[in-house]
């Protein structure tokens, strides 16, 4: 729906007229109007002002006055799309190349936002609406998005609803509502055991929103704000350097020599600035910059943080979960440790194992789906930080719970087609879900191995370590289960020198296999393949490695099946190959031979083979000996007495010639014959 309103009045089908009613409804002028229609109004202005900027910009007071008056402090959802309404006003969050328009701010004294802490603060003890926990979401978007100095703002809006928060626990100590503010963050931790959960849990999750856009306020606000800062003076000094050219061409030769041996242009500009660099170089001050505030400043900045008082008491109800079992506390304590480890590496990498833990222990699925969520976020900030714990990521493809099953498919498919998590053996986890019983997750899958076969040969890669650990004696995973997998994504193998080379690596698995359901699935996997001739001959070349597993009856109908596949479509060459390889199959599956007897019996085979090319050779060259040798006893008859030979005839020479010749191709053609036969151990 508010595409739809935005394209209204992009479209002009929606008149000034319209909107002018939607704002007297709004602030209920018209009679009549009932607080769900003033909200469904406010609903409306804040879509079309997607569109057109100007709709909220000039009735800015009203929509403060009303939006954020009595109402929002007994009706948080109205409060809420008041925010909304507001967050407009900032226009698009995407800046566009080469603009350098002042950014839409307020100041930190402006009435929105102390209207917005009185809100906030008022609403912070008022469990029974459920509504409140969206609103200091919209809220303090509103703040981040459109204050001067957000930060300063969140810093007293923490403080003075710790400071109500405390007020509401239990009436034993009556000293609360007189301490100081700037210490209830000392003495908050230690009384955290007495704290409503309820009460806790808005403390926790409004803590935990402001680290998240205080880190986007310093990676998109900030950095933007120093980047056109950046590009004005770059401008103002390009201006300058077009006056000092022109004046510069007015001087004299003698001038232009005498300034040409300084390391600066005669324009006034730097080496840098010559070279272009001095872009690259202020963009790399700047992330450094900014890069040192997020680790020393917030969450680690000890009692000079923004954040960083309230870490203990965070990481008190995570690591206590017997205590604090509150289910709405534990997911805000969780979504905030998340969110402060996102902000700083140092504090990351101390306490990643205990996200960990709590992702595998934790009893409720929306927790362990955010800490999922969570794990994405922090592998594109930190990703050698969380490469080690990549398998607890895969191992959550088992999870019981459907929601987190789905969330772990999207945030690995993001991770890996970014490469920001290698394709690996452990990929056969998501292979399970293939045959999912939740059709959602069943589909996502399809379109992760979809996509993924165009990533160049991944699927290709991983395909025998991902067969190896799918029919794992420990895997518990039915033959039928797995054939359907392997049917999937065996599709996906289409290049010749793949399946040749992936014939090789099913082959050699066999010899690591421990039983006899590995065969069989090795067996099969190799029976879905399609043979050329290289792929037959790489089989009957690699015989050893499965010849003994033939006395099987499922493993000999699987490579059996193979050969009757393969002189469908073989040429007249390959039936030589076949005959061999069928015979040889029969022998195994008949005698039961070891895998030493089949060995000796190739190399016999091999050397059989080189026998007869050797006696081959040696029979066309005594032939052609014995015809050289004829010819010059004959030449010796013919000679006359005076020791010359006599005259012979042009088509004499010629017949003889071709005599040679056709003896030695009949020797050729015979030789070749010999080869074409199949070669049996007598």
Known sequence: MRLQVIEFVKEGDISQSVIQMLWERFSMKMPGTTASESRAALQLLGMAAGAEVDIVRSNFEILVAEGLGERACTDFQFAADTCTALLKMAGSEKVKAGAHETPYKFAADNEIFSRLLVVLIAGASKLEDSSYTHLVKQAIAVIYRIAEHPDQICTKLLQDVSTVILSCQSDDDPGTENENSEDIFEKATPRVAGIHPGYLARLINMAGEVALKQ????????AGELKRRRAVKQEDRDRKRLGRRSSTVRKSISLTRSTSKTKVSATGESVEEEMGLTAAIADDEEAEYIRKICENEIVTGGSHGLLSQFAPMILKVCTNPAVYNNEELQIAATLALSRFMVLSSVFCETHLQLLFTILEKSPHSAIRANTIVAFGDLTIRFPNLTEPWTSHLYARLLDESSNVRTYTIKVLALLIFNDMVKVKGQISEMATCLLDKDEK???????????????GNAIYNMLPEMISRLSQPDSAMEKESFQTIIRYLFSFIQKEKQLEVLVEKLCHRFRATRCDRQWHDLAFCLSLLSYSERSLRKLSENFACFADKLVDDEVYNSFFSIVQKARKTCKQDVKAILDELEQRLHECHVKGLTEEEVAEKAAKHSQAAKNAKQVHRRRGKAHIDSASSSAESEDEENRSPDGKRPAV?????????VAVSRGVRRSTRNNSRHHAMPLTDE
Request: glycine share 0%.
């Open 441 to 455: 997750i069943a589909n996502l899958a399809k379109l992760f191995f979809s996509e993924l076969s165009k990533k």
């Open 215 to 222: 880190l986007v306020h310093l990676d998109v606000s900030v």
């Open 649 to 657: 005839s042009v088509a004499a020479k010629r017949t003889s010639s």
